[in-house]
């Protein structure tokens, strides 16, 4: 199940080997499971998405880089 949240802070990932690249401040859907993380989100008219592993989403959560819109469960 997936969850609306905010990006509100610096948020990077990486394409392959390729340069980190950071998605922009804004909302965005986070899918958790027991590994990693996705977040999915659209700049304009592109739409992006990325899963980075959990240990680094708990990290974004800790500094509020990322911010659930709300509590879990409602």
Request: hydrophobic residues 40%.
């Amino acid at each position: 199940m997936s969850r609306r949240a905010r990006i509100t802070g610096l948020v990077e990932y990486r394409e392959g080997e390729g340069a980190r690249i950071a998605i922009r401040q804004g909302p965005c859907d986070v899918q958790v499971t027991a590994l990693d993380a996705t977040i999915s989100w659209v700049d304009g008219d592109s739409h992006g998405s990325t899963a980075i592993p959990i240990a680094d989403f708990m990290l974004l959560l800790q500094s509020q880089a990322i911010q659930y819109d709300e509590p879990a469960g409602g």
